[in-house]
């Protein structure tokens, strides 16, 4: 059995972080055991909302009594997501030492979430220098797009090797493993969209078609499916091909009901059994 402690936000109607992140985990056998950051009514891009957002101490709590019931040591990873505040990333900084401590082969994955193409940086002040300067450097994946791999790695990238330069200087960070998702380059098909995992030196791609859909959450899926593949076969490879073919049959059957919300549940035979898979070439 898998044990994840995943830290993110959450929605009660919808899906982003937590509300994103856990049942595709669960789908594939992986034991989950959420932390929430906030709770909310749902996702922020609806513009209004209800709810409120934890402090770090609330965090820090939650995981003390998980501790208490003495099942750190079996914990294999730590999934975080958006941080809404530099206290909450302390929070989450502690509770992935405790992990280590009790299981020091245990990972952390950690989505840096800042801000993406066309909105630009939406996370408050000082947390893309707290994820550059404290979070990244103690992670073991990383999950960013490619917006946010270029402020991670402090350069602008538009080709390809461009892009495997970026990844190296925050490999360089600390991070062994690199997954960056909607990645475009100079060589990428108008109609496509690229994703890179990279690992160990080498860099692995899958193109899938660009579909019409703008929606919450899907990044937030696709780090934790990503983890959970990568904790099975220890491959960034093979997790990137079976993340890819997941999140795609999820968002093309969002796109094709038209729906503001990513049909988590009822795509859930996707994340198993995808409907289309794609190559995994390596570049």
Request: hydrophobic share 45%.
């Amino acid at each position: 059995m898998v044990n994840v402690l995943s830290i993110q936000s959450h929605v009660a109607y919808g899906h982003a972080g937590n509300a994103s992140a856990v049942f595709p985990l669960q789908r594939l056998g992986v034991e989950v055991w959420p932390v929430h950051t906030v709770q909310f009514s749902n996702h922020t891009g609806y513009g209004d909302w209800t709810g409120r957002v934890f402090d770090g101490q609330a965090v820090e709590e939650v995981v003390a009594g998980i501790e208490d019931r003495g099942v750190l040591g079996s914990c294999d990873a730590v999934l975080s997501g958006y941080l809404g505040s530099a206290d909450i990333g302390h929070a989450v900084l502690g509770s992935v030492a405790k992990v280590r401590a009790a299981n020091p082969a245990a990972v952390w994955c950690c989505d840096p979430v800042i801000g993406d193409v066309g909105r630009g940086v939406f996370v408050r002040p000082g947390i893309p220098e707290f994820l550059r300067e404290v979070a990244v450097p103690a992670a073991d994946l990383v999950t960013p797009n490619h917006f946010e791999l270029d402020l991670l790695a402090g350069q602008r990238t538009g080709s390809l090797g461009s892009v495997q330069d970026a990844v190296a200087a925050v490999q360089a960070l600390g991070p062994r493993v690199v997954l960056t998702t909607s990645l475009v380059t100079d060589d990428t098909p108008e109609d496509a969209v690229d994703l890179l995992a990279s690992e160990g030196g080498r860099h692995f791609r899958v193109r899938t078609p660009r579909l019409d859909v703008s929606v919450n959450g899907a990044g937030d899926a696709i780090a934790a499916l990503f983890l959970a593949h990568w904790l099975a076969t220890r491959s960034a490879g093979e997790a990137l091909g079976r993340a890819a073919a997941s999140v795609f049959g999820l968002l093309r059957m969002t796109a094709e009901a038209g729906s503001r919300e990513i049909l988590l549940v009822a795509a859930q035979d996707e994340y198993v059994t995808p409907t289309r898979t794609f190559d995994v070439t390596e570049v």
